[in-house]
């Protein structure tokens, strides 16, 4: 299903290309080994997003290779969209690729999250291509606008996409704000009206979901949709493994929750949570 982009995403991309400077990877002869068994929409918005770190050098060298890509990414937009939907598709697809300039931006922000608050982090070219954090909030800031473009069922494909190469579930509608950080990652989940302010660094098996469910009224069988179940997080927030924040209650700013708490009501600004009592751990000789 074919897609022609008529606005100046292209341009813009190609001109902050050129505005990248160290530690952001610039080299545009880096040659990196094919990965298989990738979703198209995914290489594409990889190579837009950081060219010089996914193969794709003439980007940076020729404007009009952007418009090409981009043509190419609107056209999977396009037959992704249209079996959910009777609308107009071009007018979705539009809106959501004029968005990618603003999307990099976000994304280097949180690439530079990235390696502030990972010890183990070498480069910012080995968080771009390695870090599954990176990857889910990539495909996520992409899906959150068709999300809110009324693309919600193809843009939970792509996050389920993304779930199944990282092992980290973001729902398309939670809001996730800048400088955002996954660190492992392994069985995270945001769920759908889930905030997230700046700054915000989760680590694996975190949960940010909801407590308890709703039926729709009139039918036993059915749970309700549309309301507020998930919670919303402040900004300068470190959330440790393991912790399970459920329910719409609010953790404040610059709070620091330890691993494997149980967060059910809200957490007041500068304030720092942790289990105080840990089970004791015994050990027994045995030859």
Known sequence: MEYRYAGDAHERLFASYQD???PFPTSVTACFPDREHRREEATLLQELFFPTCW?????????LAVL??????????KA??????ESRPDETVGAVIDSLPRVRDLLKRD??????????AKTYMEIIRSYPGFLAIAIQRVAHVLYDMGAGEYARELTEYAKTQT?????????????????HGTSVVIGET??????VRLYQDVTLGALHFE??????????????????????VVIGAGTKVLGAVTVGDHVSIGANSWITEDVPDHTKVYIKNHPTQERKRYD
């Open 68 to 77: 090409d890509r981009l043509d190419e990414l609107g056209s999977l937009f």
């Open 20 to 22: 990248d400077e160290e």
């Open 194 to 199: 889930a905030t997230v302010g700046e700054w």
């Open 55 to 63: 193969n794709a050098p003439d980007l940076v060298r020729d404007e």
């Open 111 to 120: 690439v530079e999250a990235a390696y502030k608050g990972d010890p183990a």
């Open 215 to 236: 039926e729709e009224e009139g039918d036993e069988h059915a749970l309700k949709k549309g309301y507020k179940r998930h919670p919303d997080i402040g900004d300068h």
């Open 80 to 85: 992704g969209i249209c079996p959910y939907s």
């Open 167 to 183: 092992g980290i579930d973001i729902h398309p509608g939670a809001e996730i704000g800048e400088y955002f950080f996954i660190d």
